[in-house]
């Protein structure tokens, strides 16, 4: 047999093998739902996203299966978090989008958390967040020199412990000294923006990205107040809002900041197969997310919705969840005490 005819056999074989990876695909997805499992509230930024990336991804997946948003509440997303890992069959079929900020709490040996973030399979992020404190024009509070001189702690909705929202009001008041009252026991941040407007609380610190979304018409007419970022350096949209990190007087509380805040914010909203997805599947959904995140429809349903986007790519996600454990263990301890 020549040289030539053998190229030409493998040429076929490469193609053969190629159409039955493609057929094996696509028999995987045609005819069937995958469901985005969102550990928010609808309504809220995480949901959001979820439901806009839930209207495009399809067609970028062979087979072209339907997209459905399935919210399940609790413990600041862990519920969820814990059924992608522990219950979602690993058949490429189920996609979680918990808070990042739990990838955190698992380094920390928080209560409840029953999956290993090292061995979820990674989609991406769609972008990376930027933490900042939203607070009600009633509250009184509109700038931080007027927080930083509060004789009344300010009061500050959050999911509950081990959630961002609850996490950052923590690192406010035991790192920073600012008088804060955290407030747990919401469901999402739409519930938060809620509460905040009816005078039960003053405000909330999570992400930029979901609040200038959800609380647009207060920020809009002046009801809501950009007062604090929770980032290394200003996001471009808020360049005269202050930093916490300027409010640091230690090292130590700069370390802190970065650790508990800034680095969770890069991959607060990722999205996750279970543990065990053949792996020709998950491939598939990977590129299917980023390609989304490429999408000139999408793109322009995004813009509509301003939702923010600057993709994280499943490596760097994974590369991130890595350096959370190799975190020095008197850094744990300290987070372990103000996050409790």
């Known amino acids: 047999m020549s040289f030539k005819t053998v190229l030409m056999f493998a040429a076929i074989l490469i193609l053969a093998a190629s159409k039955n990876e493609l057929f094996g695909a696509q028999s995987a997805f045609e005819g069937k739902a995958i469901r985005i499992v969102v550990g928010f509230s609808a309504g809220g930024g995480f949901d959001t996203y979820s439901r806009a990336i839930a209207r495009h991804m399809g067609k970028h997946i062979p087979g072209n299966p339907s997209m459905v948003v399935e919210n399940m509440t609790g413990a600041g997303s862990i519920v969820a978090a814990n059924h992608v890992y522990r219950v979602a069959k690993p058949d490429g079929l189920t996609i979680g989008n918990f808070h990042g900020f739990q990838i955190l709490n698992q380094v920390l040996g928080a209560p409840g958390i029953e999956f290993d973030a090292r061995k979820l399979e990674w989609l991406g992020v769609p972008v990376q967040d930027t933490g900042a404190c939203a607070l009600t024009k009633a509250s009184g509070i509109g700038s931080i020199e007027q927080w930083q001189a509060a004789k009344q702690p300010v009061k500050l909705g959050g999911v509950g412990p081990g959630d961002a929202s609850y996490g950052m009001a923590r690192v406010l008041k035991e790192v920073l000294g600012l008088p804060v009252q955290p407030i747990p026991g919401y469901k999402g941040t739409a519930d938060i923006r809620l509460a905040a407007e009816s005078g039960e ?25 950009l007062v604090l970022q929770l980032v290394a350096k200003p996001h471009p949209e808020l360049p005269k809002v202050p930093l916490a990190v300027s409010l640091a007087k230690t090292d130590e509380a700069r370390t802190l900041l970065q650790a508990a805040v800034h680095d969770p914010n890069s991959i607060t909203r990722p999205y996750s197969l279970p543990p065990g997805t053949p792996k020709d599947r998950v491939k598939i959904l990977q590129k299917a997310f980023m390609d989304t995140m490429k999408d000139p429809e999408f793109l322009a349903d995004a813009k509509k919705s301003q939702l923010d986007l600057d993709p994280v790519s499943p490596e760097e996600v994974e590369n991130t969840v890595a350096r959370f454990f190799k975190l020095d263990p008197t850094l744990i301890a300290r987070l372990r005490e103000i996050l409790k």
């Open 201 to 225: 609380i003053a405000g909330g610190c999570w992400q930029w990205e979901s609040i200038k979304v959800i609380w647009r018409k207060g920020l809009e007419t002046g009801d809501a107040n």
